[in-house]
């Protein structure tokens, strides 16, 4: 069967403009054709429950031309539950306040130097609970966890050294999820979230080159 485009159709996720394929698929017990998706519908009090998705192909059988076809996902898809659960969780936190690197960043004795910064946004108490590294750099914090920014506070400010956590030399040159620096955090007591906090890419070249020098490879 032919496959012309694919598209993944739900209210709890922004619908995309189909994406094209053109790929036959024979006889075989399980093909994945991978299918964008748009941001998720986010409440702002609670994390909302995953509606029905269904995927949208355009498809042809030997010479005919494609006709549309719809094919219903089983109801709750448990990739699209997570996908739904983390993207929203992340929106529940950040409507309480703003978590992202501070604008200072110092370098020496081979440790880079910055703060974490939470900035209020609306109403809850949000606790930090870790700062994670990545898959190249590693993530030191005065105390674990690192603080909470109480309901009647408007920032906080948490210090924070990164030092590299590899430093084979063509790593520097794989770096997808190099900066993607995951921030644990609760809202009003409530179940651990995950937020992505990723510094601007300024911050990343700067932090490629300061890698390379506390590895010894150099760098400007």
């Known amino acids: 069967m032919f496959f012309a485009d694919v598209q993944l159709v739900t209210p709890s996720f922004r619908t995309l403009p189909p994406k094209k ?6 006889r075989t017990n399980r093909t994945d054709i991978p299918i964008p998706y748009g941001a998720a519908h986010c409440t702002p009090d609670r994390l909302p429950e995953l509606r029905p998705a269904t995927v949208v192909a355009h498809v042809a059988t030997g010479s005919e031309q494609p006709r549309k076809v719809v094919f219903k996902v089983p109801h709750p898809d448990p990739l699209l539950t997570r996908l739904l659960r983390d993207e929203c969780s992340q929106f529940l936190i950040e409507q309480a306040a703003g978590i ?11 440790v880079m130097r910055t703060t974490l910064v939470l900035t209020r946004r609306g109403a809850g108490e949000v606790a930090v609970r870790d700062l994670g590294g990545t898959t190249h750099y590693n993530v030191g914090l005065e105390r674990r966890p690192p603080g909470v920014l109480s309901a009647d506070r408007q920032r906080m400010e948490v210090p924070v050294e990164l ?12 770096a997808k999820k190099a900066f993607m620096f995951p921030v644990r955090a609760s809202l009003d007591g409530g179940e651990e979230r ?9 911050v990343q070249d700067r ?12 760098g400007g």
């Open 21 to 26: 394929v053109e790929t036959t698929i024979g």
């Open 207 to 218: 932090l490629i080159r300061y890698a390379q020098r506390a590895c010894g490879l150099g």
């Open 163 to 174: 030092t590299p956590a590899r430093c084979d030399g063509h790593s520097f040159g794989e």
């Open 100 to 110: 992202a690197f501070g604008p200072r960043w110092t370098e020496a004795g081979g």
């Open 194 to 202: 995950v937020v992505i906090v990723t510094p601007p890419k300024p």
